[in-house]
């Protein structure tokens, strides 16, 4: 993923003169509180983060995982033994590329819910193309995300939902092969939404909920400007009644990911992403992206938001 040209810090200034108000919501973006959301009283969710977290450390082990490779193979098995008896389904094709032509594939795991609707949760499994022939294994920057979703599948496997239908979606090909560019990066992403705008898949997700580098250690979900307003209030909201919103949206920047061609397709999305990886972010797309640098408590924190923004989203007009 890409971080926007047009990213700025924080939301605004406070003037000097103009002393902090003692009230819960000064902090907040006015955008946050637009949207009313129905207080959620139903259970708390908890993923097992330890669970989570050996996940990512198994899928570290392939190592490097670039379209095309051999270990990129072993990782779409090692996903799919993780959903035997799921309802799985892939989209595979073959992307063109600035350095030729590769096979792609998204894998989609659905969970049927009694609502009329889906809620979309992706992540992509795919690591950087140009580092394929370094130590870089993308523990961060692919394996957290592949984690999560495998996670969460494990959290709705075998229970009826009385909600909207899960649909997860393991996103390949979101990194760019030779530089990111609106050509040359989410090569998965852009051939999913077109399919399913296509075949009217895409007027019927509720919601688009995207994990990308959700592990570090030091959490810092950003607030991306690219992305919906009022699913960010909702996942605002979610994180609030787990105690985690000191985690959400401290900064706001524009965020180029998985999202954006669901985005310009008109569903709503939200972009979970720390894009502070390490100070400066300088553990991005290098050999320092390695499991020491994360957390299972941000894996909890992060998969726990997303179970609840479901739970909330379930509950909404
Ligand atoms: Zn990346």
């Not at 999560?148 to 979606?169: P, T």
């Not at 105690?243 to 999305?269: K, M, N, W």
Request: aromatic share 8%; hydrophobic share 35%; glycine share 6%.
């Amino acid at each position: 993923m890409l971080l926007g040209m047009s990213a700025c810090a924080r939301d605004k200034a406070v003037k000097a003169d103009d002393q902090p108000k003692a009230t819960s919501t000064t902090y907040l973006p006015t955008s946050l509180d637009e949207q009313p959301v129905p207080a959620d009283a139903g259970p708390l969710p908890a993923i097992d983060a330890n669970r989570a977290m050996q996940y990512v450390k198994e899928i570290v082990a392939f190592g490097p995982r670039p379209i095309g490779s051999p270990n990129h193979k072993k990782l779409e098995e090692y996903i799919y033994a993780h959903l035997k008896g799921d309802q799985v389904e892939d989209d595979a094709f073959t992307a063109d590329t600035p350095e030729g032509k590769f096979p792609v594939r998204n894998i989609i795991a659905k969970f049927p819910g009694t609502r009329d609707g889906i809620i979309v949760i992706a992540g992509h499994y795919d690591t950087n193309y140009p580092l394929r022939n370094t130590a870089y294994v993308g523990a961060n920057d692919g394996g957290s995300s592949t984690a999560i979703l495998l996670e969460i599948a494990n959290q709705l496997r075998g229970k009826k939902r009385d909600g909207y239908s899960i649909w997860l979606v393991w996103t390949d090909g979101e990194e760019a092969i030779k530089r990111w560019s609106a050509s040359d990066s989410l090569y998965g992403t852009k051939h999913l939404a077109e399919k399913w705008e296509k075949d009217k898949t895409l007027k019927n997700i509720k919601a688009f909920l995207l994990a990308d580098m959700i592990g570090d250690a030091d959490l810092n979900i950003d607030r991306d400007t690219n992305s919906t307003p009022w699913l960010a209030s909702v996942v605002y909201q979610a994180a609030t009644r787990l105690g985690y919103q000191s985690h959400f949206f401290a900064r706001t920047i524009a965020i180029e990911d998985d999202h954006l061609p669901f985005v310009q397709r008109g569903v709503p999305c939200l972009d979970l992403i720390d894009l502070d990886y390490g100070y400066g972010n300088v553990f991005h797309h290098t050999p320092q992206d390695t499991t020491d640098k994360l957390s299972p408590k941000s894996l909890q924190i992060v998969g726990d938001v997303i179970l609840e923004t479901v739970q909330m989203l379930d509950k909404m007009k």
